[in-house]
C-alpha cells in the first residue's frame, strides 16, 4: 500500500526479501511454495494448472490472481505484443491500481486470460487437503518485481545510476509513476526536483492543476530510494537523482560542456549543461599566456559555448580550467581559436 506520508528522499531500507526457490520433485503442494506449471484449460473466470513441479497434480488459479499483463508481453512474445502494449501503458495490476485510485484491469474485460499450452511459474497461495491448490501470478508477479526495484535501488546507491519513470497519476501526497514500464512507484512531493537551471532554478507550489500541466504524462529521471516488500511499495525521488547525476558528472578531470553566463572581474561565469550548477572560469586558468582583466571582458560574450575541465570540486564553488586545451599559449584569447579547440574536445564531453 503507498503511502501518502513524506518518504525519505535519499535513505533506504537495507533488508533484502529472497524470493521463494522453485520447489521441485515434491508432490504435496505448501502454501507459499513457487510452483511451475502449464495452463490445461483457461477462461476470463480462471484457469486450471498442471503442477510440473509438484508430480502433475492439478491446482486452478480465480481472474483474480491473473498476471501483471507486462509480465505476461514478456513472456508471450509477439502474438499478443501490441495489445499487452497498450494494456501496459494503464498500471496492471490490482496492488497497483488500488494504491494510484485506478480501476483495476482484473475486473473487466482487460483482465488477461493465459492460453492453452503456456508455461510459467505461480505462487501457492492456499493448499486444503484433498482440493486442489490455490494459485497466483500475480503475486509471484510482484514478488519479482519488487525484487527488481530492490535492484535498483542498489544500482541507485552504489553506482549513481539513475533510471527513466513516467508520471501516470498522482495523489495528495505525490505522484504515482511507472518505472521502467513493469512497474509502479511513488514520489512524494518533497522529492520532486526544483525546475530551472542555476539561479533561476525554482521550487513550486504543486496542485492538482499545475500536476496536470506540467508533470502529467512527462518523463523523469528519478532514483529509487526506498523499497518495502512488507507494504508492497517502491519510494523514488527525483531530486536524488539529480543528485547522483551530479556525482557522476562533477568530478576532477572531466570535461565539461556550459555557456557563458556573466563575465566578471574573477574571470568568467558559466552554467553547465549537463547539471543544473554554475561553475567559475577564473582568469588565471584562461590560457597559458597572461590574460589582461580587459582582455576577458572583450573575449567572452554572453550564452557563448565553452568546453574546459573540471578542477577539483570544492565546497562551494566549482573551478574550471581551459589552458590544458590550448596547443599554443594564447589559443584561448581568440574567439576563433577557441571554438576550433572546443569542437575539436567534443567527443570527450562528460554528462
Not at 520447489?23 to 490445461?40: C, F, K, L
Not at 505522484?175 to 512524494?188: E, H, K, R, S, V
Not at 556525482?247 to 556550459?258: N, P, S, Y
Not at 552554467?271 to 582582455?295: D, F, G, K, Y
Request: glycine share 8%; charged share 20%.
Amino acid at each position: 500500500m503507498i503511502s501518502r506520508s513524506r518518504a525519505p528522499c535519499v535513505h533506504a531500507s537495507a533488508a533484502v526479501q529472497q524470493l521463494p526457490k522453485l520447489q521441485q520433485g515434491r508432490h504435496a503442494p505448501v502454501a507459499n511454495d513457487i510452483a511451475y506449471g502449464v495452463v490445461q484449460f483457461s477462461n476470463p473466470q480462471g484457469a486450471r494448472i498442471e503442477l510440473l513441479s509438484h508430480g502433475g497434480i492439478t491446482g486452478y488459479m480465480p481472474r483474480d490472481y491473473n498476471p501483471n499483463a507486462s509480465f505476461v508481453r514478456m513472456d508471450m512474445g509477439s502474438q499478443r505484443e501490441q495489445q499487452q502494449q497498450h494494456r501496459n501503458s494503464r498500471v496492471l495490476s490490482r496492488w497497483q491500481h488500488t494504491q494510484a485510485g485506478m480501476r483495476d484491469p482484473r475486473d473487466s474485460e482487460d483482465a488477461v486470460v493465459l492460453p492453452r499450452g503456456h508455461s510459467r511459474a505461480f505462487k501457492i497461495v492456499a493448499a486444503p487437503p484433498g482440493r486442489p491448490p490455490l494459485l497466483s501470478a500475480v503475486d509471484y508477479d510482484k514478488a519479482i518485481i519488487l525484487k527488481r526495484m530492490h535492484q535498483l535501488m542498489e544500482m541507485s546507491q552504489q553506482d549513481h545510476q539513475t533510471f527513466t519513470a513516467r508520471v501516470i497519476g498522482y495523489n495528495p501526497g505525490g505522484l504515482i509513476l511507472t518505472l521502467l514500464g513493469y512497474g509502479q512507484a511513488f514520489m512524494p512531493l518533497s522529492c520532486i526536483a526544483l525546475r530551472g537551471k542555476g539561479r533561476a532554478a525554482m521550487k513550486m507550489q504543486w496542485t492538482s492543476e499545475s500536476i496536470e500541466r506540467h508533470l502529467l504524462g512527462q518523463a523523469m529521471e528519478v532514483a529509487v530510494t526506498a523499497v518495502s516488500f512488507e507494504k508492497e511499495t517502491v519510494v523514488v525521488s527525483e531530486r536524488a537523482a539529480r543528485e547522483l547525476h551530479a556525482k557522476r558528472v562533477l568530478v576532477a578531470g572531466h570535461m565539461l560542456e556550459g555557456t557563458v553566463k556573466a563575465v566578471v572581474r574573477r574571470g568568467v561565469v558559466v552554467q553547465l549543461t549537463a547539471v543544473s550548477h554554475e561553475a567559475l572560469l577564473p582568469s588565471e586558468r584562461i590560457s597559458q599566456q597572461i590574460v589582461p582583466e580587459p582582455h576577458v571582458q572583450g573575449s567572452f560574450t554572453p550564452g557563448e559555448r565553452i568546453v574546459s575541465l573540471l578542477l577539483k570540486p570544492e565546497e562551494r564553488q566549482l573551478r574550471l580550467s581551459t589552458l590544458e586545451l590550448e596547443q599554443q599559449p594564447g589559443d584561448m584569447l581568440s574567439s576563433e581559436l577557441r571554438a576550433k579547440r572546443f569542437q575539436a574536445m567534443e567527443r570527450y564531453v562528460v554528462g
